[in-house]
DNA sequence: GTCGCTGCAAAGTCTTTGCAGAGAG
DNA sequence: CTCTCTGCAAAGACTTTGCAGCGAC
C-alpha cells in the first residue's frame, strides 16, 4: 500500500483458480470441459476486460480446432458470474464486459476516448461506502465505482 | 450538510428544467414539440428511475391520446443525454434506467431484491475520486458509484 | 411553405434457447 | 451408458432506422 493508500490489485495463481473452478463444477454436478477451461484460461491471460465477443474471438485464434460457439461462451460466463468467479460491467450504450472476479476487489477508471480499463482500490472509498450502507439501513453486499474521464495517452 | 457529510439530493423547479430544456432545443435548431415535453415531464415527475420501456408506458396512460411511440422515446433519451440533461444507469443483465441529470450529482444504493434505488451524495467519496484521477494523470469527466445489497423493507 | 419530428414497422444488435449429436464421468 | 455440454441456427429482448405524413416555426 502506498502513502495515500491507493494501489492497483494483485492477481491469484493461474492453477489456484482452475482448481477452484474445477471444485466449484464438482460441487454442483456440472462437467469439466475443455471449452469452460479455455474460456477461464483465455480471461485470465487477458489483462483487458473483455466483451463476450472479443473473448470468442480471442478463442477462435488460439485454439481454432475447437470451434468453440459464442452460445458457449455467453453460457460459460453466466455460469462464472454466477459463482461469482467474473464479475461483468456495464457500460455505455450497451454490452457488458467481463473480467475474473478472482482478484481482489478494485473499482474501475475507464477512458471515455480509447475505451481503455484501469483498475485502482482506494481505502478511503471502501470504508466510508461501509458507513454509508450502515446509515441507510442498508445490508450491503458488493458495490462499484466508475470513473470516467480521459487517460493520459488520449490527453496528447 | 449533516454531521457526517452524507445528504440525498435536492431537485430544481419543473419549469426551470423545462425553460432550459427549451433554450437547449432552440440553440441547437431543434424543434419544441409535446412529446418532448411530455417525456421529460414524466422523467421529472416519476422518483424513479425509468426504463424506457416504463417511461413510454407512463406516457401512454397519463396522455394517451398523444399516441407516443416507444421510438420517440428513444430518441429523446438519447437527445437529452447528449444534452446531460440525463443520466443512464446499465444495470445486471439488460437494458438501462434513466434518470434526470439536472439534479445535483448523486450516487446509487440499489437494492437486489425490490430493484428500487436510493440516492446519496458523500463529500468525502467525491473529494478522494478527485485525487485518485490526479494521482494516474487522468482527466476526469464524471463519474459513478453504486452500492448493491438488501434494503432495509426487504431485511424482513 | 420548409424541414425536422413522429408513429409505424422493419432492421439491427446482443443474448438466450431448442435440438440433435458429442463427450465427460 | 447416462445425462450434461456443445455448436448451430432460430428465437428473443432491446434499440435504432427508413419512410411517408404531420406539425412547429
Given at each position: 500500500m502506498n502513502s495515500n493508500n491507493t494501489f492497483t490489485h494483485r492477481t491469484v495463481e493461474y492453477e489456484i483458480l482452475l482448481e477452484r473452478f474445477k471444485e466449484l463444477l464438482k460441487k454442483n454436478g456440472y462437467k469439466y470441459t475443455i471449452q469452460r477451461e479455455v474460456i477461464l484460461e483465455t480471461l485470465y491471460k487477458s489483462d483487458e476486460h473483455l466483451t463476450p465477443e472479443a473473448l470468442h474471438q480471442l478463442i477462435k485464434e488460439k485454439f481454432?480446432?475447437?470451434?468453440?460457439g459464442i452460445a458457449t461462451v455467453y453460457r460459460t460466463l453466466s455460469l462464472l458470474e454466477d459463482s461469482d468467479m467474473v464479475t461483468s460491467l456495464s457500460f455505455g450504450s450497451q454490452g457488458k464486459k467481463y473480467e475474473l472476479g478472482a482478484k481482489e476487489h478494485h473499482d474501475h477508471m475507464i477512458c471515455t476516448v480509447c475505451g481503455n480499463i484501469t483498475e485502482f482500490v482506494d481505502e478511503e472509498i471502501e470504508h466510508r461506502q461501509h458507513i454509508i450502507a450502515k446509515e441507510f439501513g442498508f445490508k450491503m453486499q458488493e458495490h462499484s465505482m466508475q470513473i470516467y474521464g480521459i487517460c493520459k495517452n488520449c490527453q496528447n
Open positions: 481454432p480446432e475447437l470451434k468453440t
